[in-house]
C-alpha cells in the first residue's frame, strides 16, 4: 500500500505537469563540518513498489561525500501552479556500482537506460566540483553502461509535511512514519 | 562595494521577474539532531549597504529553534526561466524585538511597516507547527506595530555557488569570502 501522503503528491505533478521545472527538487543535506548543503536535483519518479523517491548523482561530487557522512536529507519540493510544498525527510540509500544487491543493481542500470542523452553526457564531463582546467573536455559520447560513479539514489521518507498556500488560513499536514504505518496531523500553517 | 557575485544575482531576478515565486529560495538549516531540515522562504531584498539576504519569521517556528543550536545555512535559489541556481552559504544573524542594536531595532521595524497585509497577518496565527486546534482563531486583523515573534533574519554570506544550466557546457563559479574581499574560481559542472 503506498504511503498516505502519495496520493496528493501524485495531484501536484500532475496539476503542474505543464511547469518542466515541477520536477526540481531542493535537497539538503549536511557536510563534514555540520554545515547544511543545498542544491536542486531532478525528480527520478518512485521506486517500483516502494515509497523510495528516485535522484541520480555522480559519485565524485560533494553531495556523495556528505551522505557517506550523514545518510540524513530533506527534500523541499515547491509546486508553483498550485502553490503547495512538500517536505520529505529520511535516509538516503546510495546504490553504487559495486552494490550486491541484484535487485538493487539492476535498479541501477534500468536507471541509467532511462536518462536523457543529455543527462547522461554529464556523467562523461571531469570532475565535479573541481576548478576548470583549460581545454577541458566536456565532448565525450555517452557509454551505453553507467560509468563507475553513476549513483541511483533513493531517499527512504519516514517524515512528510504538505502545506498548501493557496486555502486561507493556509493548510499544513505532517505525516510521520513508524514501522510500516503512518499517521497524520493537521497542523497550524 | 558590492560583493562580486550580486551582479549576477541582480541580473537573473530582473530577467524572472515575470515569475513571483522567483523570489523564493530553498533554506537549508541544521536540526538538534544532526539532521539537515528544508523549506521555502521568501527573499526580502538585500540590508541597505550590506551583502546580507534578508528573510523574515516567526520565533516560535522550527527554523529559529534550529537556528539558535547552529546559525549555519544555505539558501538554495532557482530561477527558471533563465535556469540558473544560486547557493548561498552563511550564518543567519537574528533580529529580535529585544535587539539592543539601534540600527538592527529600527531594520526589524522597517521590514514589517513593508510586508503586505497576508504576509503580516500570519504573524498572528497561532503556534505555527503545533496540532491545529478546533476552532482556532485565523482571522485576527495584524498590528501596526511587530509582535514580539516576529524576527528579521539576516543571512550573512561567505560562499556562493552560481550555476548556469543553459550554457553548453554548464557554467559553475565559486565565490568564496575571506575577511572583507572574495575571490571567484571556475569550476566543472
Redesign the interface.
Known amino acids: 500500500m503506498m504511503a498516505p501522503w502519495r496520493e496528493p503528491l501524485a495531484r501536484a505533478l500532475h496539476r503542474n505537469r505543464s511547469?518542466v521545472?515541477s520536477r526540481?527538487i531542493?535537497?539538503?543535506?549536511?557536510r563534514g563540518d555540520?554545515?547544511?548543503?543545498?542544491?536542486?536535483v531532478v525528480f527520478r519518479g518512485f521506486r517500483q513498489g516502494t515509497d523510495d523517491l528516485q535522484l541520480v548523482s555522480d559519485g565524485r561530487s560533494q553531495k556523495l561525500v556528505q551522505l557517506a557522512g550523514?545518510a540524513?536529507?530533506?527534500?523541499?519540493w515547491?509546486f508553483?501552479k498550485t502553490r503547495e510544498?512538500f517536505?520529505l525527510?529520511g535516509q538516503i540509500a546510495v546504490i553504487v556500482s559495486q552494490t550486491a544487491d541484484p535487485t538493487l543493481s539492476l535498479a541501477r542500470w534500468q536507471m541509467w537506460q532511462q536518462l536523457s542523452e543529455a543527462a547522461r553526457q554529464?556523467f562523461t564531463?571531469?570532475?565535479?566540483?573541481?576548478?576548470?582546467l583549460e581545454g577541458?573536455d566536456?565532448c565525450q559520447p555517452s557509454p551505453a553502461e553507467p560509468p563507475d560513479w553513476f549513483c541511483l539514489l533513493l531517499l527512504q521518507i519516514d517524515q512528510v509535511d504538505h502545506l498548501n498556500l493557496r486555502a486561507d488560513?493556509?493548510q499544513?499536514s505532517s505525516f510521520q512514519r513508524r514501522a510500516d504505518s503512518w499517521t497524520q496531523?493537521?497542523?497550524?500553517?
Chains 1, 2 share one sequence.
Open positions: 511547469l521545472y526540481y531542493q535537497l539538503a543535506t549536511v555540520g554545515r547544511p548543503a543545498n542544491r536542486t550523514c540524513a536529507a530533506e527534500a523541499c515547491y508553483p510544498q517536505r525527510a554529464q564531463w571531469p570532475d565535479p566540483g573541481q576548478p576548470q577541458a566536456f488560513p493556509q499544513r496531523v493537521n497542523l497550524n500553517p
